[in-house]
């Protein structure tokens, strides 16, 4: 396994989680690390990412309300969601981009009750 994603769960609309994702450490250092989400029905969707300099990218829909960070030590990217909506609700991916791969992890559902 390459990647692996942890931290989702059910969560009042409103709340905050932490999605975590390790990597072993020859993909993530050379990596690009992102956060996309999918919905019941809907296409995967880019959530934020985070370059090996921890430049990040996000689309207005989250900024204000979700970061990205990285660890270059633990390896580990994370994305921390605060005032979470029920339209939030999906299965999270953590993505590690490289020119030479695109690896995916396996998701973790994050829900949002109103």
């Known amino acids: 396994v390459q990647l692996q994603a942890s931290g989702g769960g059910l969560v009042q609309a409103g709340g905050s989680l932490r999605l975590s994702c390790a990597a072993s450490?020859?993909?993530?250092?050379?990596?690009?690390m992102g956060w996309y989400r999918q919905a019941l029905g809907e296409q995967r969707k880019l959530i934020a990412t985070?370059?090996?300099?921890?430049?990040?990218n996000s689309p207005d829909s989250v900024k204000g309300r979700f970061s990205i960070s990285r660890d270059n030590v633990k390896n580990t990217v994370y994305l921390q969601m605060n005032s979470l909506k029920p339209e939030d609700t999906a299965v999270y991916y953590c993505?590690?981009?490289?020119?030479?791969?695109?690896?995916w992890g396996q998701g973790t559902q994050v829900t949002v009750s109103s």
């Open positions: 985070i370059t090996r300099g921890g430049s990040t």
């Open positions: 450490g020859s993909i993530f250092i050379k990596s690009t």
């Open positions: 993505n590690a981009n490289a020119p030479w791969w695109d690896f």
